[in-house]
């Protein structure tokens, strides 16, 4: 006689390990993200966004080569040329106010960006280590310059007291090192290996080599990125400009770029130069031309840096 042995209850599969059910997600009720009509959505939304940054930009662009019968027709605001010149561009650059502003302006720029990055990564890399001379001092008055900003008044007594009136140093001296970007410095230094700086020490490396030869090295990303920080400020600068320039040939570009844009004030025949019997172009196309010389060089050279950003900020902020 055979026996049957009982069955056994077939267990439930389980689920493997590290794998969680997907949960689907809607703004709209009824509807999933992969849906046809929420993607409809997402890109009609993304398409106004594109449109609301890039048709103000392309009308500007369009209105400083349009041809000054057709900006007269359009009242001012041209959004797409019919015959381009670019009798504006030659006018303000062939000389006179706004290409000594261009020159102004780069060359402010680039001494500024200079001298900011190498007194911010010496000033970060000697905070960043704990037994450098006047460590807690020096920090102390770092965070203190974040809460207490002097005003105008003590500032522009300051620059006067040093003579710095009507020079270029006055544009660059106040505001050449920004505590925030000293402390994110200090941040990502402070992050760096310990060993590795204590194994160059012990080879008998100096601190100016450590900072040099390993250091900087290592924090391309992060300098890169203050060193945008401080060029994009430069360039953006006027208000100093404004306190401490007295003469307008060394005028910076956005100084240039508020009197004569926002203010709405006329470029005189002496300040733009056009070949003799040549008519003047446009006050729009002048201004929108202006407002495009100022722009550019900056967005130029940010795809150069673009790469770092994200990596540059993100190092240092989270510990472990």
Known sequence: MTTMSPTRPSRPTRPTRGTKPRRSYSAVPGESPGSPPWRVLKSLLLLVCVLLVVVPF???????????????????????????????????????????AMT?????????????????????????????????????????????VPGVIPTYLMVKQLGLINSYWSLILPTMINAFNVIVLRSFFMNLPRELIDAARIDGASEWAILTKIVIPLSKASIGVIGLFYAVTYWNAFFNALLFMNDASKWPMQLV???????????????????????????????????????????????FVQRHMNKGVMIGAVKG
């Open 104 to 148: 102004v302006s780069v060359g402010v720029t680039v001494v500024g960006t200079g001298l900011s990055l190498v007194t911010s990564v010496m000033l970060a890399y000697g905070l960043s280590r704990p037994g450098s001379f006047g460590h807690k001092p020096v920090l102390m008055l770092l965070l203190m310059s974040l809460l207490f």
């Open 257 to 303: 770029l508020r009197t004569y844009v926002v203010n709405n004030s006329t470029l005189s025949g002496g300040q733009i130069d056009v070949a003799a019997g040549a008519p003047v172009p446009p006050a729009q196309s002048l201004q929108a031309a202006i407002l495009v010389l100022s722009i550019v060089p900056i967005v130029l050279v940010y795809p």
């Open 58 to 100: 392309l009308a500007i662009i369009s209105t400083s080569i349009a041809d000054p019968t057709q900006i007269t027709k359009a009242g001012g605001f041209v959004l797409w040329p019919d015959s381009p010149t670019f009798d504006s561009y030659t006018a303000l650059l062939s000389g006179g106010l706004v290409s000594q």
